[in-house]
């Protein structure tokens, strides 16, 4: 049973999987960001959680298959080290589940720290969309919208 669980999550259906289970975390963040089930569900480590169980697995996979983590980083020596590592989809995978773990933090934060300076979530929605799709934009913009209602500029908070 073990190998059919095993032998089903290709990188194809993983990648499935992480773009549709984030879904409705972020669904949730857009529509009911001060719901009981945006804190527990959402802003809490349970999405982070899930995702690292596929960042492993992925990892997992990667190193039954023999591949080379010591080529990984050559991606720091060359933009062309970088492009050939995205050419291997186990790579490509760990990649993006980074991509969305870090994206959904963001958008989390996003939310909490709205509700601290009363932001209207219809004009969080709008940053949250960008953050999902384009990640530091998102968080830029949004940045940019909390001056306006926090009055003041704060650069390390």
Do not use: C
């Not at 997992?60 to 970088?82: A, P, Q, R």
Request: aromatic share 24%; net charge positive.
């Amino acid at each position: 049973m073990i190998e059919q669980i095993y032998s089903y999550f290709t990188i194809e259906i993983i990648y499935f999987w992480v773009n549709l289970g984030v879904l409705p975390f972020w669904l949730i963040l857009m529509f009911f960001p001060s719901s009981n089930l945006s804190r527990f569900l959402v802003t809490s480590i349970f999405p982070i959680f899930l995702l690292s169980g596929a960042y492993i697995f992925v990892l997992y996979k990667s190193f039954l298959g023999s591949y080379d983590f010591i080529s990984n980083f050559e991606l720091y020596l060359s933009i062309s080290n970088l492009s050939n590592l995205f050419s291997k989809n186990l790579f490509l995978m760990l990649f993006w589940i980074h991509f969305i773990s870090i994206n959904l933090f963001v958008g989390g934060w996003i939310v909490k720290d709205s509700q601290k300076f009363h932001i209207n979530k219809i004009v969080v929605a709008f940053p949250l969309l960008i953050t999902y799709l384009i990640g530091p934009l998102g968080l830029f913009i949004y940045w940019l919208i909390r001056i306006f209602y926090a009055k003041s500029i704060n650069l390390y908070e």
